[in-house]
């Protein structure tokens, strides 16, 4: 079993994902797995940072499939006994004219951005080690679609004693409710995308509280984080940001030092916490 330190950023073969594999690359001292869904585009991002004279490992990893998942799980359990390092980047979101219907965006964007980064969490966070970082790729846009909630959501989203399964129960009642036309009535936000990011900083603050009770003495942070507008598929090519600085949050929140206490637990932009 290798004692080398491990990193893991999911989605990472383009866009910030790709950007984040290359700073850990050259500021982690261990092995930094990229990963991807499609093992030829993963493979063809290695070929394209290795020729950077960076040295990232490839590993597939689909956070739709459960099976990805808990291979990529098991491999890291055995080849180095746990994890240092996880970036949960991987994402989607539709284009702001596309015309599939908003049920469908609804729950394709929740299946992946919660739901599957939730999965993710489930499986690898038991394999942090001592002094682990977790970063969970979040975006402004949760902050935006909490205030476009109805004051009786936003209460139970900034509750500080929300637990993982009501989350998951409003995460599905959103989904439910797109499918019979009556988010807005129920007081849901018209962005899809937004519900999925509130999901994903929700569950950073109840997981960050579940290391403080369970694994106190472990010292792992865990934050959710914005990187900001980025010139990247998903956010087109007016964003102001260039992917390698869309990385550099998730890059600093990732290597925060042994010594640090904090920031855990919560949502960071600009390597700056920001109020939830």
């Known amino acids: 079993m290798s004692s080398v330190p491990v990193a893991v950023v ?4 383009k866009g910030i994902g790709l950007a984040i594999v290359r700073a850990l690359c050259k500021q982690f001292p261990g092995d930094v797995y990229l990963t991807s869904r499609d093992p030829g585009r993963g493979q063809a991002a290695v070929a394209q940072l290795q020729q950077e004279g960076l040295r990232p490992l490839f590993h597939q990893l689909d956070i739709d499939d459960l099976q990805s998942i808990r291979a990529l799980r098991d491999f890291l359990k055995e080849k180095y006994g746990g994890l240092n390092v996880l970036v949960n980047n991987a994402g989607i979101a539709f284009k702001v004219h596309d015309t599939t219907p908003f049920a469908v965006q609804a729950e394709v964007t929740l299946k992946t951005n919660f739901f599957g980064t939730r999965n993710v969490c489930t499986e690898l966070l038991p394999l942090m080690k001592p ?8 975006s402004m846009v949760s902050s935006s679609a909490l205030g476009g ?10 509750s500080d004693t929300i637990t993982e399964e009501e989350l998951v129960q409003l995460m599905t009642k959103f989904v439910e409710d797109t499918k019979k036309s009556v988010h807005e009535k129920e007081g849901w936000p018209n962005t899809a995308y937004g519900v999925s990011k509130i999901g994903v900083t929700v569950l ?8 403080n009770e369970e694994r106190k003495g472990d010292h792992i942070l865990l934050n959710a984080c914005c990187p900001g507008w980025v010139r990247t598929d998903m956010a087109g090519p007016k964003a102001t940001k260039s992917p390698d600085e869309g990385a550099e949050t998730p ?14 637990g919560q949502f960071v932009s600009n390597k700056t916490v920001r109020p939830w």
């Not at 999911?10 to 073969?13: E, K």
């Not at 002094?131 to 979040?138: E, Q, T």
Request: glycine share 4%.
């Open 149 to 158: 909630c109805s004051q009786e959501l936003q209460q139970k989203f900034r």
């Open 131 to 138: 002094y682990g970082r977790v970063v969970n790729v979040s």
């Open 10 to 13: 999911t989605g990472s073969n």
């Open 251 to 264: 890059v600093y929140l990732a290597l925060l030092p042994s010594s640090a206490d904090a920031p855990h």
């Open 204 to 211: 950073s603050r109840i997981q960050a509280r579940l290391l």
